[in-house]
């Protein structure tokens, strides 16, 4: 019966030792995250493209060049056809025509000023997007840790106690031990194997997870490097990235007013053109010449649209106050329970660790009672179910507080 259970422990062993070979720590796949992120990428395309269209808008403002060319016949058959008076017959055109709006500053300015408040917008979605992957990549981390930490304390205490496993042996023998507590220490000894096992099975599930949430594509079980989490300095909700969204909201709203106002002033244009106009080929050397003018349009009455068109911006600005006021009551009341419940499971921390010196320091004087025969096998599994309960709240509090730490610097990020 023990055979087996030494096989299997050391076959645990050789196989977990072959698979972690290689360490990787939080900030690598962090750092893959980010690079793979097919949505980062595409918003930064859209800065990209955004950069395009402002130069397309630019150029809409510039001088316009365009040649107009046509050759026209109209016959007239036994009388019939076109009036010639009006058609002249036949036509020949050609020209080279330009134009360009003119006394329009404010509204070019404005045109430009969107794509500077788009290109403002579509960097505070990349960052809050950033911030979600981050704060989803360090809490799988956080949790993949977890598992493989207490993996780790296990295969130790399975190490040792596969050893007392040896010397009770020698111990029942001799007749210090009942052969029943030996069986029952077998049979701990096989539940805790099958723990580490379960254990394993979670942490390579839990893994890949993290690696599909981070779009790496392997299937090697890394070693986790012990994570390193500091906590940001307050900066209150004005400076939040999240809270940047409603300025640049803001920005965007005034700017439109700016933009819906300039369509209501008069709009001059300048036009000129160059070329040929001709009905008689014979002529054509004497039908060169040029043109230019000036256009005026103003807005007279346009069915009430400004007004409405105005309201409608009103009501755009009233739900981005709706919306700003509501993420700052959740920004105080997160940041509030996430700093008391940190508080709150700090406080508890030292207590646990207390509790885990107890239960190591019984351990160790049980064991060497155990080697004696002055102890009963059930009270030594007893302390030794106690160590591990010990041992793995504190590494879930460990966990907990590193948790609750990425929950604070995902609100507190700039």
Not at 244 to 250: E, G, K, M, P
Request: proline content about 3%.
């Amino acid at each position: 019966m023990i055979k087996p259970i030494i096989i299997l422990f050391f076959l645990i062993a050789l196989f977990t030792s072959a698979l972690w070979a290689q360490e990787k720590d939080m900030e690598y796949f962090i750092g893959q995250g980010l690079t793979n992120s097919p949505l980062l990428k595409d918003l930064n395309n859209q800065l990209r493209t955004n950069s395009y269209d402002s130069l397309l808008s630019r150029a809409s403002f510039q001088p316009q060049v365009n040649v107009n060319t046509s050759l026209m016949y109209a016959p007239i058959i036994n009388g019939y056809g076109y009036s010639e008076p009006i058609t002249n017959g036949q036509q020949f055109l050609m020209q080279f025509g330009a134009g360009q709006a003119i006394f329009n500053s404010k509204g070019k300015n404005a045109q430009y000023l969107k794509f500077g408040i788009d290109n403002q917008g579509i960097t505070s979605a990349a960052k809050m997007s950033k911030l979600d992957l981050k704060k989803a990549i360090v809490s799988q981390y956080l949790t993949v840790y977890g598992i493989y930490n207490e993996t780790i304390f296990r295969e130790e205490l399975l190490k040792t106690a596969d050893k007392e496993e040896k010397i009770l042996k020698e111990l029942v023998n001799k007749g210090l031990y009942k052969q029943t507590d030996y069986l029952a220490f077998l049979l701990e000894l096989q539940s805790l194997t099958f723990e580490v096992t379960d254990l394993d099975i979670q942490y390579r599930n839990e893994l890949s997870n993290l690696k599909i949430l981070c779009g790496i594509n392997d299937t090697i079980t890394y070693h986790l490097k012990t994570p390193v989490l500091a906590m940001l300095p307050a900066s209150g909700h004005v400076k939040s990235v999240f809270f940047q969204r409603f300025r640049i909201d803001s920005l965007r709203l005034e700017n439109e007013k700016v933009i819906l106002e300039s369509h209501y002033k008069p709009q001059v244009n300048w036009f000129t053109d160059a070329g040929v106009v001709n009905n008689e080929p014979r002529f054509i050397y004497r039908n060169f010449g040029v043109s230019l003018g000036i256009s005026l349009a103003l807005p007279v009455y346009d069915g009430n649209q400004r007004k409405l068109s105005y309201e409608k911006l009103k009501v755009s600005e009233e739900t981005r106050k709706f919306y700003r006021d509501f993420f700052v009551t959740q920004y105080n009341q997160q940041i509030s329970r996430l700093n008391s419940e940190l508080r709150l499971t700090m406080d508890i921390f030292p207590k646990l660790e207390k509790q885990l010196e107890f239960a190591e320091d019984l351990i160790r004087q049980d064991r060497l009672l155990l080697n004696t025969g002055g102890i009963s096998i059930t009270d030594y599994l007893l302390a030794l179910k106690n160590d591990i309960l010990f041992k793995k709240n504190i590494n879930q509090y460990r966990i907990r507080i590193l948790q609750i730490i990425n929950e604070i610097n995902y609100w507190r990020e700039k």
